[in-house]
């Protein structure tokens, strides 16, 4: 049996500290930059998080989107998929590839559909509606 010293001080300290401000996504700058939401063709709104292609984490079974950002800040969608292998480390390899092939510079990844038919109903809801809402023609998309 294992014994643990606690220090009284350090948590009457931190009981009287004030509590911290939580952030909005939609008031703040950092979470902008690491958030975008997507409109699919029903309307509904996908949250994705969003990985400079260099940066990107391993990817668990997820939708993603492989996207350009050009010097201005616009966001061309190159790209809609999701990753179908249960090996994290295999769907990075398969995102970085096409995204390098098309030229994306930025990778979304929306990580709240729990099933594969989810994550196909996601991917194919924003396949067919104009998935950054600015564009007048169709996003060109792969499948996967």
């Given at each position: 049996?294992?014994?643990?010293?606690?220090?009284?001080?350090?948590i009457?300290?931190?009981?009287?500290?004030p509590?911290?401000?939580?952030?909005?996504?939609?008031?703040?700058?950092?979470?902008?930059?690491?958030?975008?939401?997507w409109?699919?063709?029903?309307?509904?709104?996908?949250v994705?998080?969003v990985?400079?292609?260099?940066?990107?984490?391993?990817?668990?079974?997820?939708?993603?989107?492989?996207?350009?950002?050009?010097?201005?800040?616009?966001?061309?969608?190159?790209?809609i998929?999701?990753?179908?292998?249960?090996?994290?480390?295999?769907n990075?390899?398969?995102?970085?590839?096409?995204?390098?092939?098309?030229?994306?510079n930025?990778?979304?990844?929306?990580?709240?559909?729990?099933s594969?038919?989810?994550?196909?109903?996601?991917?194919?809801?924003?396949?067919?509606?104009?998935?950054?809402?600015?564009?007048?023609?169709?996003?060109?998309?792969?499948?996967?």
């Amino acid at each position: 049996m294992g014994a643990r010293v606690i220090q009284l001080a350090e948590i009457r300290a931190r009981r009287s500290a004030p509590e911290p401000q939580l952030a909005t996504l939609d008031n703040t700058a950092e979470c902008k930059e690491h958030f975008h939401f997507w409109s699919g063709a029903s309307g509904r709104r996908y949250v994705h998080t969003v990985y400079d292609l260099i940066d990107c984490p391993e990817v668990p079974a997820a939708n993603f989107l492989l996207v350009h950002r050009d010097a201005a800040g616009r966001r061309s969608v190159l790209a809609i998929g999701h990753s179908k292998s249960q090996a994290a480390s295999l769907n990075l390899a398969e995102i970085r590839h096409r995204a390098a092939r098309l030229g994306a510079n930025e990778v979304h990844v929306h990580l709240l559909a729990p099933s594969a038919q989810e994550r196909r109903v996601v991917e194919l809801d924003l396949r067919a509606g104009r998935v950054d809402g600015e564009a007048d023609e169709r996003i060109s998309a792969t499948r996967h």
